[in-house]
Structure formats: C-alpha cells, structure tokens
C-alpha cells in the first residue's frame, strides 16, 4: 500500500454513493510508450555495437569495460535518436530522465549482484548442516567443510547486538524527543555533533571503547565491550533518523492535546510517540541492521575465540563479521574462505532478517493506521451508535 | 537619580488606554520538569560521548605524540618501536581514497537522489528508498569479500586499459612490463568499492533535501513551459544546494573512516601513493585494523595517536557538513 492511496482506502463507501461521470485522473509521471520504444532500442543498439567493436574488433577485455563501454554509447544513441524527432530542449530532458533511472538501476544491479555472489560462493559451506550447529572449537584450517561451523559467532553476534540496542535505541530516541520536542540553545550543537557522528569512522568506535573500558576501567575483552562500541555506532544513526520520524508528526495532534490540558510530558508520551511509533520501529531496527554487519568496532573489543561462549561478561566472544574477518585474512586456504563466505551469507541472512522485519512492523507514514487499528476504531464507532450520545471515552 | 525623577510621568494614569500584552505564563509540573531534564541528558549524552572519544584517545596517545611530538603528522615512517612513526605517508593516501570514492559515488547518488524524488512514479518510490537502504545495511566485510574476490579480476583489464592509453597523464601510468600483480590491491580498487558504500548516504540525505523544494515553484516552472529537467535544475538543485554540499561532505568524511574494505583490498605500503592505479597503498583506519592484534604498549599507543588524527579529521569535516545540512533546512521548525 502505497501513501498515496491512504485517501480512498480510508473511506471508499463513502465515495461510491454520487453517481458522478467516472473521471480519470491525468497521471503526471505517466511512462508512454514513446519514452519506453526508443529507450529499449537503443540499449539493444548499443550492447551489440560494443560487442562487435569491444570483443571482436579492438583488443579490449575486461566485463567492467565492457558495460562500461555500453553505457556510453547507449546515451550517444538515445540522444540521436531523439534528437531525430524533438529540439534540443527535449534531447537534455530525456536523457537527464533516463542517467537518473539508470543511476537508480545501478544502485540495483550492485545489491542483486553482492547478494547473489555471496549466496553463490557461500551456498557450499552454508549446505553441511554442522555449518549452523558446530563451533570451530574442534576443527582445524585443513579440515574440510563437514567439519566445523560458525554457531559461535552467531551467539555472539546476537548477543551484542542485543546489548547495543538495548543502550542505543532508548537513548536515541529519548535524544531526538530532546531534538525535536524541547529544543533550546542545545538544540543546535547536539544536532550538528550526531550528523557528524553519524559518519564516525567505526574503527575509532572501537577504539574509544578499548581505550575507556579494558586500558582504564581494566576489564578484559569481553562480548559487552563488543555491545558497548556498537551501541556508540548505532546512538547517533537512531538519534538522526528518529529525529526525522518524530518531526513528521503533524504540529495539530500536538495542540489537540495540549488544548485538552496535557502537560508536554503527557503529550509526547500519548500523543507524539504512538503516532510515531512505526517510524520509530523502522529506524531502530535498521540501525541494529547496521550495526550487526559492523566489523571495526568489534577488533579491539571482542578478542577472538574458536569456542562457544554464551556469557558476553566474561571471556572473548568474536561476532560474525569478525569471524569472516579472521577466516578470509589469517588462514586463505580453500576451506577457510569457502566458510568465510559462508558466514558471510549467515551474516547477509541476519541483516536481511532485520531489514524485512524493519519494513514489515513499521514503513507507515506516521498517522497511517494499521488494519487492526482502523477495525478498532470502527467497532468504537459502532459501539457508540448504539448507545446514543456516548460522545467518546478519551482513547 | 534622574531616571526616578522621570519614572513617574511614563507610569502616570494620564495614558491609561495603552496595551501591553498580558504575560502569559505556564506552570510546569515536576512530571514535566523530570522529562525535560531527563531529554536534556540525553542530549547532552551524545556531546559528552564525543568529547570522551577525543579525551581518551588524546590520554592514550599521550605517550606516542609525547615521544614524537607535532613530526607525528609528517613523519613517512611507522617504526613505533624506534619513536619514529608517523602518519605523514597514510594521511595523504586516506585522502586521496576519499577522494576518488567521491569523484565516481557524487553523480551517481545523487542521479540517484534525483530519480526518486523526482522521476520515479509513487507506486516505485517505496521500493527505491528501500533498495538505497538496504545499500547503506549491508555489511562492510561483504563488500571487502565482494571487492577483493569479484571485482578485483574483473577490475584489472580497465586498469591496464586506463594505464595503457591515457599513460601520458603522468598519475595514471604504471611503470614496467603488464603484470597482474602490479595492478591487484590498489587505492583505485579500494576507492571504487569504498564509493558504492557512500553512494547510500549522499544519495539518502539529498533525496531528502531535494523532495523539500516547495511545490509552489516547481508548478510555477512547469507553469512558464519548463521540462522536468529544466524544472530541477532552475528549482530543485538551487533550492538544495547546501544539503546536497553537507551529504558530499558527509560522504568525504564517511569515506575516509572506511576501514574494513581497504584493510582487505589494499596491500600495505608506507610511502606516499603518487599512482593509484598501481599496487599498494595505505588508509589510517586499514592500518589500525591491520595491526588490531598487536598488545605491545608502544604499538598500541601509536596506533591510538593515528585513531586520533583520523577522529580529529573526519570530526571537522563532518561538523561543518552537519553545519551545512542544518542551515540548508531552513524552516526546520515548521517543515511537516
């Protein structure tokens, strides 16, 4: 359901009734086969013009010079060929139109090939089920792949992330509600310090981390330190985005609730933060989809271990990326990268996992109600008709 | 003494009719006194997070920059154990990935940026901002793997190519016979992967900026005859031309952070790197991820002191982007 068809779906009863002639509404980003023909036409053009010229004639190799290739003279042969029928003004409109679709395919075509390739070289390891249940506790570099697995890092990755959202997003969220709902002189450095935070080089995460918790408090590396480096990686990321949701809420829910005699605690507590609440969802949970990739901050934090440790107070605990890390660099043999891609696919399903959940619980506009809300409110309705002049009690 | 002698004239009854608007004043309950305090902590948290980094870092390092003093900056070696390190040779080859990395990701996102706000019917809006999320979430060791075991043989034909044909620019040449080797590992590689990991964030952040241009305008342009890109380009891109500057810097600086995937893809040298194309080079994060193993005292304080240099720099040049995103929006108050 996209936002734009919030309207109708609210009420479409209520639409139906005036048997007015049906009007067809003039779409503005309507794509007409005059813009599709040409488009299609001379990608095929130009993919076989390169591949005479690039592969058969001139002493070219290489895929990535190829496409590259191919795209250049493809935007030659859209631009002639629309120059063939419109002026010049029309020539720059279209071909601004399909460099920004094809930026936008681009960005596709990177995610599609990442994962397929990763999928593809991780599909070996990931098929022995001892991959999923074993730790490498008992198995050496030259072993093969029926032999050891990566439950290890899959608890320990688990479990950081849970110590790091757990301190992050109720943080961030309290600090956004500072950005956005109190405000004051601290407004504006705090906001400008987490956009900068926002792009903190993760290995210097890390480094705080070592430097404050296990150089000076004394600790040893343990999977909390690992919690604690990402939880300073995640906080301005939820705080930015949280920001953003909160602002949405629309400034008249705000004075409903004061004119109602709310206090600014109750309002936001009531009003403000329900309404924001699928936004909220999002953001929170695509940060712990950042931060559980996150390789840097876990080097100086986590220390490594072959062995299972489910208790992240006490002794090393090595996440996933840090796994793949440890499996790819010190060990290239085979078997080892062949799990390291494997642990990389168990990583990409874990970020997945989060990803989806992040679109599925929130990715509502705020205000926009669930099916279940918008039941509730009826049946309220309804239960109100029938007792006749019970105007309302107060949810 | 004069301003009592003429006080009482002014306050006189003789202008009674004068308004003054009532004072108006709310009484805030301790419920509400506890939340803002409490939101102001939290505020104030991340401030304070900030200041502890450079802190500590700085304790830390004391003894490194101490031993070395301001030459750690300008210092082409790192020998820690011998007092004679530096990062004079990794700073400038940070850069110089950054840089490149946002040479190819700025067109790119920012096309990008456009297409969504812009170009893309409602229906695929959704499904765009979702694919450049899914860019920013994925994780960076996928793409070190990615860059170093896919890219990397693919990468090395338009390498040789660029060297081959455009070797007259002095940079751009690497000397000696063809060999892979000589073309594998190198700041070029690093900066293309490096780029595909900020387009998500330039492209997200200007997306943003561009899809606040008022609606008013952008009917006023398409009212005198405009076409869609002559819309954006009289409209759109003036109208967020400093959030799309903030997003690149944002970028510059994300893009000097990055520490897994040149930690893989790059082949450790200490020299300064004069030609990307070739093999070998050095980032202050790849090295402080290459040497994470190290325990000795002296290795780890130098490596706190690079942590340092790396913090105070993208600290700057990400402060004064937040500067630049925050005075673009204006009307932050009011907006939605």
């Not at chain 1, 943080?171 to 935070?197: D, K």
């Not at chain 1, 996992?353 to 309804?382: C, S, V, Y």
């Not at chain 1, 239960?383 to 009690?393: L, Y």
């Amino acid at each position: 359901m996209t936002a734009i068809s919030k309207p109708e779906a609210a009420g479409p009863d209520l639409a139906a009734p005036p048997q007015a002639p049906p009007e067809r509404r003039i779409r503005l980003r309507r794509v007409t086969a005059d813009e599709v023909y040409p488009v299609l036409g001379s990608a095929a053009g130009a993919i076989a013009l390169v591949w005479v010229l690039y592969e058969q004639l001139l002493p070219f190799s290489g895929a990535v010079g190829f496409w590259l290739c191919c795209y250049g003279v493809f935007l030659i042969l859209y631009a002639a060929v629309t120059a063939m029928r419109y002026g010049q003004r029309d020539v720059v409109d279209r071909l601004a139109a399909v460099i920004a679709a094809t930026a936008a395919l681009f960005a596709l075509a990177v995610i599609a090939e990442q994962i397929g390739y990763i999928a593809y070289r991780g599909w070996p390891a990931v098929t022995h089920s001892n991959f999923w249940t074993q730790t490498m506790e008992f198995t050496g570099q030259l072993q093969p792949l029926t032999s050891g697995g990566v439950l290890h890092g899959m608890v320990a990755s688990l479990e950081q992330l849970g110590i790091a959202a757990l301190l992050a997003v109720p943080l961030g969220i309290l600090a956004a509600v500072f950005l956005a709902e109190v405000g004051g002189i601290l407004a504006h450095p705090v906001r400008i310090i987490v956009t900068a935070m926002t792009a903190l080089p993760e290995i210097v995460a890390g480094l705080f981390v070592y430097a404050t918790v296990i150089l000076t408090l004394g600790t040893r590396q343990d999977g909390f330190a690992g919690g604690l480096a990402l939880a300073v990686m995640m906080l301005p990321i939820v705080t930015r985005a949280s920001e953003v949701m909160i602002r949405l809420v629309p400034n008249s829910l705000r004075e409903a609730s004061y004119a109602l005699g709310a206090s600014q605690w109750r309002t936001v507590w009531n009003v403000v933060l329900p309404t924001a609440r699928s936004g909220l969802t999002t953001v929170s949970v695509l940060g712990m989809a950042r931060a559980v990739g996150e390789t840097a901050p876990l080097l100086f934090t986590t220390g490594f271990t072959s062995f299972l440790n489910a208790n992240p107070f006490h002794g090393p605990q090595t996440g996933m990326p840090l796994l793949i890390w440890d499996f790819i660099r010190i060990s290239p043999t085979t078997d080892m990268i062949e799990r390291g891609f494997g642990a990389g696919l168990t990583l990409l399903i874990m970020v997945l996992i989060l990803f989806t959940a992040a679109r599925a619980l929130g990715g509502k506009a705020p205000g926009e109600l669930t099916r279940r809300q918008r039941r509730r409110i009826a049946r309220d309705a309804q239960i109100a008709d029938r007792q006749h002049g019970g105007n309302s009690h107060g949810s | 003494m004069s301003p009592m002698a003429e006080d009482p004239p002014t306050t006189s009854l003789a202008q009674p009719a004068e308004d003054r608007p009532r004072v108006v004043s709310t009484r805030i309950g301790p419920a509400d006194v506890a939340f803002r305090t409490g939101a102001r902590l939290a505020g104030l948290l991340v401030l304070a997070i900030t200041g502890l980094i450079a802190a500590f870092l700085i304790v830390r390092a004391s003894s490194t920059l101490r031993a070395i003093g301001w030459r750690f900056l300008t210092n082409l070696q790192w020998l820690v154990e011998t007092r004679d390190a530096g990062v004079g040779a990794i700073l400038p080859d940070t850069i110089l990935i950054a840089f490149i990395a946002l040479l190819i990701a700025v067109p790119v996102a920012l096309a990008t940026a456009i297409f969504i706000s812009e170009y893309a019917p409602s229906r695929l809006r959704r499904p765009c901002i979702a694919v450049i999320d899914l860019m920013a979430a994925i994780p960076s060791i996928l793409y070190g793997i990615w860059g170093f075991f896919w890219l990397m043989p693919r990468f090395i034909g338009i390498e040789r190519w660029i060297s081959d044909h455009l070797g007259f620019i002095p940079f751009l040449k690497v000397p000696g016979p063809f060999q892979p080797g000589n073309f594998e590992n190198s700041t070029l590689l690093a900066a293309t992967v490096v780029s595909l990991m900020i387009i998500p964030i330039v492209a997200s952040i200007s997306r943003e900026v561009f899809s606040q241009a008022p609606a008013g305008e952008r009917e006023a342009a398409y009212a005198l005859g405009s076409t869609r890109w002559g819309m954006i380009r009289a409209v759109v891109l003036p109208y967020a031309r400093g959030g799309m500057i903030g997003a690149v810097m944002l970028g510059f600086g994300r893009a000097m952070g990055e520490t897994i995937v040149i930690a893989i893809i790059i082949s450790q040298v200490f020299r300064v790197v004069t030609h990307p194309l070739q093999s070998g080079g050095n980032s202050i994060a790849a090295l402080i991820a290459q040497d994470a193993g190290e325990s000795s005292p002296s290795v780890i304080s130098a490596l706190i002191a690079a942590g340092l240099v790396l913090f105070v720099v993208t600290l700057v040049v990400n402060a004064i982007a937040g500067i630049i995103i925050a005075r673009s929006r204006s009307g932050l108050q009011t907006v939605d």
